[in-house]
């Protein structure tokens, strides 16, 4: 059993809370903190979980494996350090800091044997975990480019890196953005209740990392929650190519193969093993199984169970999963984007004190 707490009552806590709820044999929350007495008493009538109103109420009775910070930007850092002073390892939800200083003065704390991973769910979506199994498997030969357009800012950056392979080297970025009307579509308030149509900003980049791949960044405001617009994943290698859910590749030379990335779901038609997701299929391979399956965790949900496990694996073994480096990273680029969409020029990306550890 992986035993955590839960400081925040954003709408990005409720992921936590719903996994915990859905996976009661995996995972126990001992403790939620906030001062919002309205999300307490909804906590406590929804999820059966204990709810304290200040820290030290929590760590005076509860002794998590590690505690899930999940706070607005503008706190989070204080909030962390707060944490990690008690002596308690952070599950940080992103972005790893609200500005470069912030970030900095964490990675200190970091170096001096503090833990901090960071809550960066995106790379663990099934879809992604399928795709990268397909990159590492070499079934699309050398990587060279990618083009993300699924989340915005340091989520896009976290993809583009995965998919490349790569940590911290250089990058030169070109970038601009332009307005897109659209319908409304789902947003955190829910559905929408009537037909708005308003401009979002889309923005377009361009990265050439110093080692010679290439990246596009592509993503319009709130697209990933849109009824009327559809994710772009594409990655080229030597040999091959993903696009979405469509991946082609050499069998040799002069064998092109063409297959469906194709999710098997449980409970459809006549299927009676329960409701989910079971895998990812690619012929007949599973280059992903839902570790998850009984739980009715949507990817979301099944990416945020699975930082969790690793989590807990990180705080028994020291081996990390999603550093605080690698966050930092991820939105140093995403702020050097919006600087280059600001400023119509090319900037070039430094090697910043978490690149050198």
């Known amino acids: 059993m992986i035993t955590f707490g839960l400081y925040g009552s954003g709408w990005r806590s409720e992921y936590f809370l719903r996994v915990a709820k859905f996976l009661p044999d995996l995972f126990k929350i001992d403790g939620v903190i906030t001062r919002n007495l309205e999300k307490k008493a909804h906590f406590e009538k929804e999820f059966k979980v204990n709810v304290f109103t200040s820290f030290e109420d929590y760590s005076a009775v509860c002794e998590p494996d590690f505690i899930v910070e999940s706070v607005n930007k503008a706190v989070s850092a204080d909030i962390t350090k707060k944490i990690l002073l008690a002596g308690i390892p952070v599950l940080m939800e992103t972005p790893a800091g609200k500005d470069m200083d912030t970030m900095i003065e964490l990675f200190e704390m970091v170096k001096s044997g503090h833990k901090i991973q960071i809550a960066e769910q995106y790379p663990f979506h099934p879809l992604h975990q399928a795709r990268k199994k ?12 990618v083009h993300v357009s699924f989340s915005h800012g340091y989520h896009g950056v976290a993809l583009i890196r995965q998919f490349l392979g790569l940590n911290f080297e250089n990058v030169r970025i070109k970038a601009s953005s332009f307005g897109v009307k659209i319908a409304a579509g789902v947003s955190r308030t829910g559905i929408p209740t009537s037909d708005t149509v308003s401009e979002n900003i889309q923005t377009i980049a361009t990265l050439t990392f110093e080692n010679g791949q290439t990246a596009v960044y592509n993503f319009e ?9 559809t994710p772009l994943i594409q990655i080229k290698g030597s040999h091959g190519e993903i696009f979405n859910e469509q991946v082609k590749y050499l069998k040799d ?35 992903y199984r839902n570790p998850f399956q009984d739980s009715r965790l949507v990817d979301d949900e099944i990416a945020v169970a699975q930082c969790l496990i690793n989590m807990a694996h990180y705080v028994k073994t020291g081996e990390g999963f999603y550093s605080f480096a690698q966050g930092c990273q991820d939105m140093y680029l995403g702020m050097k984007i919006e600087e280059a969409v600001k400023n119509s020029e090319e900037v070039a990306i430094l090697t910043m004190p978490w690149a050198l550890e």
């Open 221 to 229: 405001m709130n697209q990933h929650r849109s009824w009327v617009r």
């Open 134 to 145: 397909m990159i590492e498997n070499g079934l699309l030969g050398e990587i060279n480019h």
């Open 253 to 287: 030379y002069e064998t092109p193969v063409e297959l469906p990335i194709k999710r098997i779901n449980l409970g459809e038609n006549q299927n009676v093993e329960g409701f989910g997701l079971k895998g990812i299929l690619v012929g007949d391979t599973w280059m």
